[in-house]
Each structure stands twice: as C-alpha cells, then as structure tokens.
C-alpha cells in the first residue's frame, strides 16, 4: 500500500500539530500502520503504532502522554496528534505499513517523502 504523509510545518514550543497518513484504496484498513521519525544526525526511531481495527496502539517512552494515534478506515487515513511539541521534536516524520518500532525503523528501506515537523521559537 502507497502511503502519503502530511500536515508537517513550523510550530512554536508548547504548540500542536495533527499528522496525516494517507493511501488510497480498499486495502488500508487491512493494514496496521506505524509512525516514525528522523531527525537531524540521528537514527530513525519508531514513535508509535496503530492496529489495523484501530483497538492496539502501542507509543514509544519519548512521545506517550504527548503523541496520540488514531485512525479513520473510512477515510483511509491514520492521524498522529502532537501536543506538547519540543525543539527535540523536530524531525521528519514517516509512515509505513505493517511497520512499528525501533527495529522496523531500522530495517525498512521502503519509506516515503514523510513531512517535515520544526519546533522553534
């Protein structure tokens, strides 16, 4: 499944934005869908996971309580919620089907373009 992000931009400390995951196609509610990032100098790391009925989610230490996932079959589209944004938090944000985690970050090579998130003053 072809998956297009969206909804990155520059954000101020503090701020929140909502990513988009989107595909298009019958397939995608079949899928189970991870959010990762990359940021500047740094490995990419696996920030958070949604089943592909939307009941499991599973959040990496560094976003849990920040970070919400969720998705809408319908619409084909998984959204990743950010409050609370960092200067740390900036990075570009990818994500990949049937894919979550850490070592998936580590191990696939198939990403998209991802989108851009800055955290700056």
């Known amino acids: 499944v072809q998956l297009v992000e969206s909804g990155g931009g520059l954000v101020q400390p503090g701020g929140s934005l909502r990513l988009s995951c989107s595909a298009s196609?019958?397939?995608?509610?079949?899928?189970?869908i991870g959010w990762f990032r990359q940021a500047p100098g740094k490995e990419r790391e696996g920030l958070s996971c949604?089943?592909?009925?939307?009941?499991?989610?599973w959040a990496a230490d560094s976003v849990k309580g920040r970070f919400a996932i969720s998705r809408d079959n319908p619409k084909n589209t998984v959204y990743l919620e950010m409050m609370s944004l960092r200067p740390e938090d900036t990075a570009i944000y990818y994500c990949?089907?049937?894919?979550?985690?850490?070592?998936?970050?580590?191990?696939?090579?198939?990403w998209g373009q991802g989108t851009q998130v800055t955290v700056s003053p």
């Open positions: 990949a089907a049937d894919r979550c985690g850490d070592d998936a970050a580590r191990h696939y090579d198939d």
């Open positions: 949604i089943g592909h009925n939307g009941d499991d989610t």
């Open positions: 196609g019958d397939s995608f509610r079949t899928h189970n």
